[in-house]
């Protein structure tokens, strides 16, 4: 009897400890702390490739505008470009460019065919082959335009001009005196000022006084 109660009581301790679980088996829900926060990929697959960025071509310099400082400018109104002659003596070549004259006492020769030609220097002597107009402001000028002249402008004093026939001529200086072929008008703003043409009559506006105009 004793050893049947002895038996009894270790089959009820077994089935006891199996109920708590007894001993130190990890359960399946346990796992490292590691492994819940990096799981891994599955066996056998890898991972996939990142592609590259391809490099983005250099973009070529902007070549440089070249500096117009030196060149001549050109009006925006689409007047012809202006050659400024500070020089005094020579022959200058027009090359179908206004002109201005700007040194005093010259003694120029303008070749080919001008533009309008501007005689700004005082006592100048100027040889013009053809010319579109002429403007005289230094004083004691003398021009002489071996062809014709759309305008003549006068604003110098004791200026001396002679030319071929002249479309529009326009005194407002004083004490000048002009010749020419034929003239086609004329008005006067000056005093003093003397007016010769070779044939035809002139329009003659005349604003000022003490002005003659003759055709000889």
Known sequence: MALRALLSVSLLASAACGLLACGKQATPDSQPDSAAAAPHAPAGVAAAPVPSVPSV???PSVPSVPSMDGAT????NGERPTLMVTSTSGTVSCDGHNV???G??????LKGDCGTIAVLGQHAIVQIERAEAVRMV???AQVTLAGDASTIELFSRTSTLKAGR???LL???DDNQVQ???IASATLHGRGNRITQQSGTAMVNDYGSNNQISTR
């Open 104 to 109: 005093q006492n010259a003694n120029l020769v």
């Open 138 to 140: 230094g004083n004691d």
């Open 57 to 59: 071509p250099s973009v």
């Open 180 to 182: 020419a072929q034929a």
């Open 166 to 168: 002249i479309g529009t």
């Open 100 to 102: 201005d004259l700007t």
């Open 171 to 173: 005194v407002p200086g």
């Open 73 to 76: 400018q050109v009006a925006s």
